[in-house]
């Protein structure tokens, strides 16, 4: 079990991507915004949020690399 919030090292360390990564999917509204900004240097994301969008995008590219019965792979 994940702790309610999230900072962006948690989340690049769960989806094993980089932070800026975690910025940039932000922005290209992959993941959610996040929830809140404690300070300038410490923003937080609700992990439930997080979590469910991964699985999202994981479902996402399950179904982009499907490949037909009887079609090769490219």
């Known amino acids: 079990m994940y702790p309610k919030f999230m ?4 989340i690049a360390e769960y989806g ?4 800026s990564t975690v910025h940039k999917w932000v922005e290209e509204e992959k993941l959610p915004r996040p929830h809140k900004k404690l300070t300038p240097k410490c923003t937080v994301w609700l992990s439930e949020e997080v ?4 699985d999202e995008l994981g479902e ?5 690399n499907k490949v037909r ?6």
């Open 7 to 10: 900072r962006a090292k948690d």
């Open 16 to 19: 094993a991507i980089g932070v």
């Open 51 to 54: 979590i469910k969008a991964f």
């Open 60 to 64: 996402l590219a399950t179904q982009d």
């Open 69 to 74: 019965v009887g079609e090769e792979r490219v």
